[in-house]
């Protein structure tokens, strides 16, 4: 099966750089930042591939960069360097005109425009964040939430939103007769469901999962996982997912990359990636978490 989404040699630095950051940062350096320049590179030479109906884990401790591939992949950030494609093989029928013409796919991402990288977020990518508060505006209503991303999406008939906001919200396990208060009122974990159905509004190609269980209690924590299993099967949803917990990527993804300053240090099977680590690093992370 072809690949959806291939992400090759991805890089992202803060800093001006200099020629002597490759050798001076690094797992075997333990650090990501360059003594020479001060310059920290958040992502090194990144690539993986993503097929449909996939899960795909990313795990490291706190600053190896995995929350950062997210950014680079979500067009909040800009790439220092490498290549996003999406495949033929993926349906952007969402997209009208953007695609039009098969010389566009299989196109470097990093290399449209903002409005251009902003349709194709609109239309095929939804995000969940760790901190609710970067993907819902918490004095909005939780359907005014949903009904914003319909707006940036195209939807127009107010009865139509609200009753998909309606729709996805019950789906997500919000109660229908609270889909009028703001997230502001709900507890965590009905915050991140609110995000759930938020990211679901435009049925994306691709969810991006960030850190989405801490700071949950952990009977939370499986509620919200379990939604989330439920939802990609029903949904065939494609999910790359960033934690620090094994657990969670154990129980969502297929396969597993594991990273550590800014670098891919081991990737395969998350079953062999757990039970079977090949890079030191690996084997103390699983190692940490038995």
Not at 72 to 81: I, K, R, T
Not at 133 to 140: A, D
Not at 226 to 244: C, G
Request: include cysteine; glycine fraction near 8%; charged fraction near 20%.
């Amino acid at each position: 099966m072809e690949p959806m989404i291939q992400a090759r040699e991805l890089t992202k630095r803060f800093g001006m750089g200099c020629e002597r950051c490759l050798e001076s940062t690094g797992p075997d350096q333990e650090t990501n930042r360059c003594w020479h320049c001060g310059t920290v590179l958040a992502c090194n030479g990144v690539s993986f591939d993503l097929y449909p109906d996939e899960a795909l884990g990313v795990v490291g401790e706190s600053g190896s960069g995995k929350s950062t591939l997210v950014r680079l992949l979500h067009f909040e950030w800009e790439a220092d360097g490498g290549s996003f494609v999406i495949h033929r093989n993926a349906d952007l029928e969402q997209l009208p005109g953007l695609f039009a013409e098969a010389s566009h796919y299989s196109c470097n991402l990093f290399g449209l425009n903002s409005f251009q990288k902003r349709q194709i977020r609109n239309a095929l990518m939804g995000i969940v964040y760790q901190n609710p508060h970067l993907g819902l505006r918490m004095h909005v209503s939780a359907g005014g939430n949903v009904a914003e991303r319909l707006l940036g999406g195209g939807w127009r008939n107010i009865a139509a939103m609200r009753q998909r906001a309606a729709d996805l919200l019950h789906r997500t396990e919000i109660p229908v007769e609270r889909m009028d208060e703001p997230p502001a009122n709900f507890s965590g974990g009905m915050q991140q469901r609110v995000q759930i159905a938020k990211a679901l509004s435009n049925n994306p190609l691709i969810l991006f999962l960030d850190e989405v269980t801490t700071g949950l209690d952990l009977s939370v924590q499986a509620r919200v996982l379990d939604l989330i299993r439920t939802l990609r099967s029903e949904l065939k949803l494609s999910l790359l997912v960033v934690s620090h917990d094994l657990g969670v990527i154990n129980l969502l993804c297929q396969r597993t990359m594991v990273m550590k300053y800014g670098r891919v240090v081991e990737s395969g099977l998350t079953d062999q990636i757990l039970q079977d680590p090949q890079h030191r690093y690996t084997q103390l992370l699983v190692a940490s978490q038995l």
